[in-house]
């Protein structure tokens, strides 16, 4: 107060810091030395540090009296102050001095806690104490008999970890070593105690689950045999499907609470459900479930149960179906190692199968009797891989294999399979008749030979080529690279035209460049595109204008004709045109096989690709050019009304077919929603087979029409009328009378007149003929109205024929099938909204490096240039695997295409073109939705689209179009 009341009234500096100086030391004498350091901040620096160095030893005084009278803990506090005033002020030699007084006072504290046996105190003592001596650089004393007693402390805490950080500090060895001793002794004898305590608890809680468990048991018990009772009232009444499902919704809850053992119980009793009600195809799939131990005792314990149960289903089941069920068996017994077990069913397997080779053989035809071949050799393959020795008899089977041979004169065949003849009386009766045969023919031995021999030589030759093509594999990388620079000068208006299906012309495009590439002394370019030009003219079946080129090449270059000529690619168009000549088929494709290691573009590959697709169009090669249904298309055919006039309905059959709907058809009409025209055309093709089985030959018809007319809607009419003529083959070895039905006559003229504008009056006849005298579901009969009206939207010449009478609701019922499909694109587009907006934001980055040309032509409405650009882009972008983008790009080429006013058949004729150009990658953008949207507008667009304008226009305005693309999608102007 004095200091302050001579500051403020009397203005006098000394005597103000006088009265500071008398109460800082009053203070401390006061043992406050917080309240004297607050009296510093009066001072300057240099006053404070004087001050400070002349109170040090008051301080250190007043420590010492307070710790004088048990006030350790104060007079710490009061040191620590000094601590931080003193470092801030730089005199660190007075530091030194506080820390030794901090150092006694520890001790003195250190020592209370041991001999009060607070040992954890201690520690935290101990740990201040080290902190002194390392943070003030104050000597260090010898503690080791405080460690020592703090160890022994820790010991009996059963601490032992605290005890192993005390020995670390002690200095002494023999201390070390003595309290090392002590605390392992005792930790031993700690874990022994410890480790019996927990036995016992440990046994009083097993004895307790022993109880619970036993009570618990009985519990399931219980339940288990009400489920039992209730299952076996439903197997007695042979209700087997549902006692399994009884039992096991209980094996399910039991593992789904942990009951992992019970609920293992209950599945062996559905087992034995599944066997005893012969539902062998569902054991074989759930078996599993069974842990393997168990699941092997089960299977050798139930052999003699599952083998009666497949003996009562070979005759009632599919043949296939039955196959299945038995390969799966053996290799379910064999996997678990039961290979005696096996062998019953492979025995059983074996008896199956010769009973339907016999069966099979019966019918007498090619394809029966090798059918036949192959299940001789899988019933060896049986033997040979369950059977060590096993002599098995196959007369019967054999015979009517031997007979049939025999009969084709083909005798080393029947040789073959006559020496498998066990019974020697039926083999020396067929032997004998094959040495008279052989007899017979003894005069034709030396044309054999000189056959034989020119076999050989064509064998040898073909052997050459294919030395050489492996030299040409190895320069084909290096001529690509060649080709590729020169495409867009020699190679990009022959791609083209191959892209656009204009073959006959691209064929004369490429002859042209392999003249101007010999004059360039480019043989070997030259050979490529020669090749590419004689694979189009073999697709074309035009052999004749292979050779002719050849010699025209002869004649126009003369002075060159000897390196062209042998350069690998016009080796092999000779020895192909040779093959052709001698019919032999299996050489020329293995000739065409060569080819593949021309250094060939991808457009040029497809040709290659599609000769070795097809085998009859390499027959084809061997009987001349084949005319094309194209070709043949020169008047309508007047014997279809008559076809028409004899078509009868019975509505009782279409009732029936509505009851059939989802077991054969269900699959179908998904499909055919989701615009998977060719997996729906399949699907009802598929299920003919199933149909004749159950003698529904009626309803096959339905399925044989809907799937060619799907066809019709992605393939053009000569590509599907190919398929129909290989598929009716195939029908009339098996059911000829289906095959010639007058339904099957009139699909027949409807494909190879489809598109045909002198034929659409007949076409709709045809049309509307299928919708009411077929047994067509709803849903078909709407797609059938759809055709119609496309049809309606063609013009056909003047004719003197009357308009067809049509329903009033024809429009309408014909629209249904489009609300159907685009009720399908709004609800796929909403699944994939999400991604739509990726791709959107996507596209949004790119602009300037893709859209740029694109967006300056759309705004000067140059569609058909926008079209190209967009398509030119899906490729690059189908490259790149980015199928989503290509999709789009695709579509958008379309919608440019529409604006432009182009026909809407030449866009579809483009977009098939377009797609068919991107090889295997087209499978993929088929199942886009882009491409499903494309294909719809265009559909849509060829009908009456007032009623699905609005949803389409959803679709549409869905799509993840950029600002300037918006003006596309309003494709109803």
């Not at 004297?36 to 240099?46: C, G, I, P, T, Y």
């Not at 179908?668 to 004749?692: D, F, I, K």
Request: with cysteine; charged share 30%.
């Amino acid at each position: 107060m004095a200091g302050n009341w001579a500051r403020i009234e009397l203005s006098n500096t000394e005597l103000m810091k006088k009265s500071y100086s008398l109460a800082i030391e009053s203070w401390i004498a006061a043992c406050e030395t917080q309240n004297a350091f607050a009296l510093l901040e009066k001072f300057d620096h240099n006053e404070l540090v004087k001050i400070l160095e002349e109170v040090t030893q008051k301080i250190a005084g007043s420590a010492d009296y307070l710790s004088s009278i048990g006030q350790d803990e104060y007079a710490k506090s009061q040191l620590y102050l000094c601590f931080q005033r003193y470092q801030k002020a730089g005199l660190f030699e007075s530091i030194k001095v506080f820390a030794n007084k901090v150092v006694k006072i520890l001790k003195r504290i250190l020592e209370k806690h041991l001999k009060n046996d607070d040992v954890y105190a201690a520690k935290l003592t101990l740990d201040e104490l080290f902190n002194i001596w390392e943070s003030f650089d104050v000597k260090s004393d010898n503690i080791d008999q405080y460690l020592l007693k703090m160890g022994h402390l820790f010991i009996k805490a059963h601490d032992f970890q605290k005890v192993e950080t005390i020995v670390k500090k002690i200095h002494s060895k023999s201390l070390k070593k003595e309290l090392t001793k002590s605390s392992l002794k005792v930790e031993e004898k700690y874990k022994k105690e410890t480790k019996q305590y927990e036995l016992k608890d440990l046994k009083k809680m097993c004895d307790f689950l022993i109880d619970y468990v036993k009570e618990e048991s009985l519990i399931f018990y219980e339940m288990n045999k009400k489920i039992y009772d209730k299952s076996e009232f439903l197997v007695y009444n042979k209700d087997y499907k549902q006692a399994s499902l009884l039992v096991k919704k209980q094996a399910d809850w039991l593992r789904l609470i942990g009951m992992q053992i019970l609920s293992f119980d209950v599945l062996e009793k559905v087992f034995e459900i599944y066997i005893q009600g012969e539902i062998l195809g569902k054991f074989i799939n759930e078996i599993n479930f069974l842990p393997e131990i168990r699941r092997t005792k089960f299977l050798k314990l139930k052999l003699n149960e599952i083998i009666i149960s497949v003996n009562n289903i070979s005759h009632s089941i599919d043949s296939v179906e039955f196959e299945n069920i038995l390969t799966a068996l053996i290799k379910l017994y064999r996997n678990h190692l039961l290979y005696d077990e096996s062998k019953r069913f492979s025995e059983a397997y074996i008896e199956f199968l010769k009973d339907l080779g016999i069966e099979i053989a019966k019918k007498g035809d090619e394809a029966s009797i090798l059918k036949s071949v192959d299940i001789i050799h899988q019933i060896e393959q049986v033997i040979k891989s369950y059977f060590e020795e096993k002599e098995l008899v196959l007369d019967p089977l054999l015979s009517l294999i031997v007979n049939y041979f025999i009969e084709k004169k083909d005798l080393k065949e029947a040789r073959t399979y006559n020496r498998k003849i066990k019974d020697q009386d039926i083999f020396e009766a067929y032997f004998s008749r094959m040495e008279k045969i052989e007899e017979v023919q003894g005069s034709s031995v030396a044309l054999l030979a000189k056959q034989k021999q020119q076999i050989q030589i064509y064998a040898d030759q073909l052997s050459q080529l294919t030395n050489q093509a492996r030299d040409q594999r190895m320069a084909s990388q290096s001529l690509l690279r060649m080709r590729i620079g020169l495409k867009k000068r020699y190679f990009q208006k022959g791609i083209d035209l191959i892209s656009t299906k204009n073959l006959s012309d691209a064929a004369e495009v490429y002859c042209d460049i392999a003249k101007k590439l010999v004059s360039t002394k480019k043989f070997e370019l030259a050979g490529i595109s020669a090749a590419v030009a004689s694979l189009i003219y073999l697709m074309l079946k035009e052999v004749n204008l292979i050779q002719k080129e050849l010699d025209n090449f002869v004649f126009k270059i003369s002075s060159s004709k000897k390196i062209f000529f042998e350069t690998f690619p016009l080796k092999l168009i000779q020895y192909i045109l040779i093959m052709i000549e001698a019919k032999r088929t299996e050489q020329i494709k293995n000739a065409l096989k060569l080819f593949d290691v021309l250094a060939l573009f991808p457009e040029e590959r497809l040709i290659l690709e599609t000769l070795l697709g097809d085998e009859s169009d390499i027959k084809a090669l061997l009987q001349g050019k084949k005319t094309s249904p194209e070709e043949t298309v020169k008047k309508i055919p007047s014997n279809y009304d008559l076809l028409i006039e004899k078509l009868a309905y019975n509505p009782k059959l279409k009732s029936k077919r509505k009851t059939l709907e989802e077991k054969y058809w269900g699959e179908c009409q998904s499909r055919l929603y989701h615009q998977q025209y060719e997996e729906a055309s399949n699907c009802y093709l598929n299920s003919v087979n199933e149909l004749n089985k159950r003698n529904l030959d009626i309803f096959s018809i339905d399925s044989i029409v809907m799937g060619f007319l799907l066809l019709l809607k992605i393939k053009q009419p000569e590509d599907v009328y190919k398929i129909f003529e290989k598929y009716i083959f195939q029908l009339l070895k098996k059911n000829k009378e289906l095959a010639k039905s007058e339904e099957i006559q009139l699909l027949d003229i409807f494909i190879r007149f489809w598109n045909k504008a002198i034929a659409i009056y007949m076409l709709r006849e045809i049309l509307v003929a299928f919708e009411f005298k077929l047994h067509l579901l709803d849903w078909e009969s709407s797609f059938v109205k759809h055709l119609i009206s496309s049809l309606n939207g063609k013009k056909e010449p003047e004719s003197d024929q009357e308009e067809i009478s049509q329903p009033k609701d024809s429009s309408e019922s014909a629209d249904t099938f489009l609300k159907n499909q685009v009720s399908q694109l709004v609800e796929d587009l909403a699944k994939i909204n999400d991604k739509f907006k990726d791709l959107k934001e996507k596209r949004q980055k790119m602009i300037r490096a893709y859209y740029k040309d694109i967006f300056d032509d759309l705004k000067n409405k140059k569609f058909l240039d926008v079209a190209a650009k967009y398509e030119k882009l899906s490729k690059r972008m189908a490259r790149r695997n980015d199928f989503d983008s290509s999709s789009l790009m695709i579509l958008l080429s379309v919608l440019s295409r529409i604006q432009a006013k182009e026909k809407l058949t030449d866009i579809k004729s483009n977009i098939n073109s377009l797609l068919g150009s991107l090889g295997i990658v087209k499978k993929i953008l088929d199942e886009n939705f882009e491409i499903k949207v494309a294909y719809f507008i265009i559909d849509a667009l060829s009908t009456n689209y007032n009623s699905i304008q609005s949803e389409l226009n959803k679709v549409l305005n869905g799509l993840p179009l950029l600002d300037e693309e918006s003006s596309l999608i309003n494709v109803f102007n």
